[in-house]
């Protein structure tokens, strides 16, 4: 696995078009926003506040995840430093590259979390122990 660091994770700015009429504001991800191509897309909802989602790493999945509703703290790992992101808003997304282990806590309510990842589903893609996940870093 590479090494890759906290510091690689990073915020992206989706571009927000206002409507001058105030019907609401749209936001567009298209391909020139993310460095991958998006082979997935799932939304985490209805998620109890005193419940925590991911505890895992991926291999080689990249994966970003949206505030679409509400707000979550993304805890992110990269096995010598730790880091909290707060999202809350729908213009702002989360950046996290392979080798990362992320948490997910502190929904609020009615958050929806949406995850654009570069990736389909594969099981052997994930570190979900901790321990596994410290060792794939030396």
């Known amino acids: 696995m ?3 660091t906290i510091d690689n994770v990073t915020i992206i700015n989706i571009p927000k078009i206002i409507d001058k ?3 609401g504001n749209l936001c567009v991800i298209e391909n020139n926003v993310l460095p991958y191509k998006v082979e997935r897309v799932y939304y985490l909802f209805d998620v109890p506040s005193d419940a925590s989602r991911g505890g895992h790493s991926h291999i080689a999945c990249h ?3 949206v505030a679409l509703s509400g707000s979550f703290d993304v805890v992110i790992k990269d096995g010598e430093s730790t880091k909290t992101v ?3 808003k729908p213009d702002k997304g989360l950046l996290i590259v392979d080798g990362i282990w992320r948490a997910l806590e502190n929904f609020s309510s009615g958050a929806v979390c949406l995850v ?5 589903y594969d099981e052997t893609d994930y ?3 901790y321990t596994a996940f ?3 870093k030396q």
């Not at 654009?116 to 389909?120: D, G, Q």
């Open 21 to 23: 009429q105030r019907r």
């Open 116 to 120: 654009l990842a570069s990736e389909v």
């Open 86 to 88: 707060t999202l809350n």
């Open 127 to 129: 570190i979900r122990d």
């Open 134 to 136: 410290l060792k794939s």
């Open 63 to 65: 994966e970003l995840l």
């Open 2 to 4: 590479k090494k890759t």
